[in-house]
């Protein structure tokens, strides 16, 4: 049709002086000259195209200095052969550890079968498994499920199917202080950050709330009619790994009860057998309306995020034929790979038994650093989590600075200024090979997050490599780091 010259008479004639197309090849790096980069390299090409700023302070905690080269298990290796023990495993992304054997057969087969991998056309037996897996490692009547392709996708569909379900015309959604629930402009709103939040023009129908605090939710909640809908991570991890006690999940859950309002349970952090159940809200004995998975759910080898709802919500937001299209899946939902790779991972999960042993592995970290926190009161002020979801939060040291390292941290970054954490994590990867993670909300607290295959051996190099670098005190820390920047 397109050749019609009746239809599209443009193309009637060829234009002899236009510009010929150039379909030369750019100058494109190859596969194989990615995996040569070396770290001066790939530092240029980071700041040249990807985030300048970043890279600061990437710069900051050594980690510019270091090109990971392959991962297996609790370890990642670096250029030179060092074995990094991962502690800090991709904020929860890595349940079964780098690069699981299972994981990586499947995925391998599925390939050496030529199996599709688009799922928006036909139905996908992939897709389809997946929902019923996840239905099946959920409680309650929670059924319905919407596969993406990230934490913020799948927050993003919770908030929505409860929206749409609240039947409120202007549904207002309550959340809380300190919440992350990602950075796409939907959840953004909802996620407690100036800086994310930036100058952004967010969704207006939003109110805040103390996390943990049923009084104020109860207050907001009768105080006006059209809130429908509330959201909270079961264990806050952005926030610097808080939760709440069981009478607040049980108390949540009646109010919402009680004026017909839908509970999103974000557990795309906590959940996935991290604390030790498959979901965090399990703990308390309760069931959210509306939940949402990601991070670990691609077995840490493919990108794969999903919103699970109550059948009778998602009925009532998307159920008829007519309103069945408003939120389907998007390009990449229900992929092929993807959704194998998260099929194999649920299934490892259970057979290795990884969530018993997030229970066992993380009470053993906990009590070890409970011990370390009596050993030196004055640098660890409190130790707290589930399973393996624990925070580790030094005092703060931003006013009480010995005098004499003053002079020294007024030269680094505002962010680092008086932050043991920047400290100690440098430290910790520099001198013992151990990686862990910051919290974006409070500078003071390390997330330690390590894959659910740890053993208490990994537990144990972890607390004595910490024992053993704050048995040098404060000083010597901050020295030992000031020295690194300038090295
Ligand atoms: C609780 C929570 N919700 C949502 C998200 C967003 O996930 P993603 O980064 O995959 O978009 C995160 C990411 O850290 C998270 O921790």
Redesign the pocket.
């Known amino acids: 049709m397109l050749q019609n010259t009746a239809i599209r008479p443009e193309f009637s004639e060829v234009d002899v002086d236009a510009e010929p197309v150039n379909t030369a090849k750019p100058d494109l790096l190859t596969v194989e000259e990615a995996k040569a980069l070396d770290p001066q390299s790939m530092a240029d090409l980071f700041k040249e195209h990807i985030n300048p700023g970043q890279f600061h302070f990437m710069k900051l905690l050594g980690f510019h200095k270091v090109k990971i080269e392959t991962a297996e298990g609790m370890y990642y290796v670096d250029q030179n052969g060092r074995k990094i023990l991962d502690f800090f495993g991709g ?1 929860g992304s890595l349940a079964h550890g780098h690069n699981h054997p299972r994981v990586i057969a499947a995925r391998q087969k599925f390939q050496d079968e030529g199996r599709h991998e688009i799922a928006i056309a036909f139905l996908s037996q992939y897709a389809s498994a997946l929902a019923k897996n996840l239905a099946a490692c959920s409680p309650g009547e929670l059924d319905m499920v919407f596969l993406g392709s ?3 996708e799948a ?1 993003e569909a919770a908030v929505k199917v409860a929206e749409r379900a609240s039947g409120r015309p202007n549904c207002k959604i309550v959340h809380a202080g300190n919440s ?3 950075k796409t402009k939907g959840v953004l709103s909802i996620t407690d950050s100036d800086l994310y939040q930036g100058n952004f023009n967010l969704v207006e129908n939003r109110i805040k709330v103390p996390f943990g605090d049923l009084e104020a939710l109860t207050r907001a909640i009768e105080s006006d009619p059209d809130i429908g809908v509330v959201v909270l ?1 079961t264990v806050q ?2 926030g610097g790994i808080i939760s709440a006690p069981e009478s607040y999940w049980k108390g949540v859950r009646a109010l919402c009860d009680k004026h017909d309002v839908l509970w999103v349970a ?1 557990e ?2 906590c959940g996935y057998g991290r604390t030790g159940k498959f979901y965090a809200f399990e703990h308390y004995g309760v069931v959210p309306d509306v939940t949402a998975l ?2 670990s759910l691609g077995a840490g080898k493919a990108a794969v ?1 999903a919103m699970i709802a109550k059948r009778e919500v998602y009925m009532k937001a998307y159920g008829s034929p007519k309103t069945a299209m408003i939120h389907a899946q998007a390009t990449f939902g229900g992929i092929g790979e993807a959704s194998i790779t998260a099929i194999e991972g649920l299934n490892v999960l259970y057979d290795e038994d990884l969530i018993e042993n997030a229970a066992r592995v993380g009470d053993h970290l906990i009590s070890r650093l409970k011990a370390l926190q009596e050993k030196y009161p004055k640098i660890i002020k409190d130790v707290r989590g589930k399973g393996l979801m624990v925070g580790l939060e030094f005092q703060d040291f931003s006013k009480t600075m010995p005098a004499v390292l003053r002079p020294m941290i007024s030269l680094l970054d505002d962010k680092l200024k008086g932050s043991l954490s920047g400290f100690i994590g440098a430290q910790l990867l520099r001198d013992y090979d151990i990686l862990v993670a910051f919290t974006e909300y409070n500078r003071n607290v390390i997330r330690l997050e390590p894959p659910l295959v740890c053993t208490s051996e990994n537990v144990d190099t972890f607390c004595d490599a910490l024992d053993d670098l704050l048995s040098k005190g404060i000083v010597s820390i901050v020295n030992g780091f000031i020295k690194s920047q300038k090295g």
């Open positions: 904020f990230s934490g913020s927050m992350f629930h990602g991570e991890g952005g974000d795309v952090q990601a991070k995020g």
